[in-house]
């Protein structure tokens, strides 16, 4: 597979601008998610127009270059304006042919991003996406005049780039495995829990319904905190991840989980959580009901691997 992505507009043709300008911010975009996707093996040219002087010349010169290119997709990096506002006003992609991607594409970038997901947008007035000779979107990461949105795509930049890449790369295998942890392991979560507060919340995971599939069908009698609401009996694994190769988009995917392995039991688990911390000299928290069937107790070595593609 391989990708050809720009950011849009140029350095001297800027773009919309308002709490952050769109130019800068689609020239930090553009590489980041070109880095993420040459770490998944996508061929990947990036571009940027620093020549032309008229919309017309950087139309045609970011168009020009796309289809210069031996490749299989192209992908435009934009960020929307409209009316300054305080509030939110999210993300949306844009397309003429590729309807299923585009709309992929927006609900991966709104899920990382935590951002107003405005869907696809079938759009036949657009120069890039009439003149390039591939499949093409147009990505509106968010709205630089919309404060929620810029604050929630500064806090979230890593994740909505890995996002990005994940919806345009090939999918995971077991082969992928970015991330590996051995040594000594502990229990955590669930009402019974008391090395949590009561109203202790999780890393990556912000509601009931980001992943209802580890929770408690109902909150605990005197809590509030989502790592009281985990399902003992559920299996998952909290570890030390690391946010730059495993993004916190990536370990809320219900499709990909870890494998943990002590002796001969191997047994797949969902990330749930970071930790445990440092001090502690443990690699792994484990749910209660994931440690009975392994057949272990604190303190026992376990391995993690992650990730790999969930079963049924």
Not at 4 to 22: C, N, P, Q, T, W
Not at 112 to 125: E, F, I, P, Q
Not at 212 to 217: G, T
């Amino acid at each position: 597979m391989k990708v050809v992505i720009s950011s849009g507009h140029g350095k001297y043709v800027r773009g919309a601008s308002g709490l952050i300008d769109e130019v800068d911010e689609a020239r930090k975009v553009v590489p980041r998610v070109a880095q993420y996707l040459r770490d998944m093996g996508v061929e990947v040219i990036e571009f940027h127009d620093n020549t032309s002087t008229t919309q017309n010349e950087n139309l045609r010169t970011i168009v020009n270059f796309h289809n210069a290119q031996s490749r299989d997709l192209d992908v435009s990096v934009h960020f929307n304006a409209y009316v300054p506002t305080s509030g939110a006003r999210g993300t949306e992609v844009l397309y003429v042919t590729q309807v299923e991607l585009a709309t992929r594409m927006s609900a991966a970038i709104a899920e990382a991003g935590r951002l107003v997901n405005r869907g696809s947008h079938k759009r036949t007035d657009l120069y890039f996406l009439n003149n390039t000779k591939k499949p093409a979107i147009l990505i509106e990461v968010c709205f630089v005049d919309a404060a929620v949105d810029v604050k929630e795509y500064q806090e979230n930049f890593d994740a909505i780039c890995d996002a990005i890449a994940l919806t345009l790369g090939p999918p995971l295998t077991d082969k992928d495995v970015v991330a590996t942890f051995y040594g000594r392991c502990s229990s955590f979560g669930g009402p019974k829990d008391m090395g949590v507060s009561p109203t202790e919340g999780l890393a990556f995971i912000y509601s009931y319904d980001e992943a209802p599939h580890l929770f408690l069908p109902s909150q605990p009698p005197g809590t509030t905190g989502l790592a009281r609401r985990l399902n003992p009996e559920v299996f998952y694994v909290a570890c030390r991840w690391d946010y730059n190769r495993t993004p916190k988009s990536m370990l809320r995917e219900k499709k990909l989980m870890a494998l943990v392995s002590a002796g001969d039991k191997h047994l797949m688990a969902w990330p749930a959580d970071w930790g445990p911390n440092s001090s502690t000299g443990r690699v792994a928290d484990l749910s209660p009901g994931l440690m009975s069937a392994l057949g272990i107790i604190t303190d026992d070595n376990v391995e993690v691997v992650y990730p790999v593609e969930a079963k049924a």
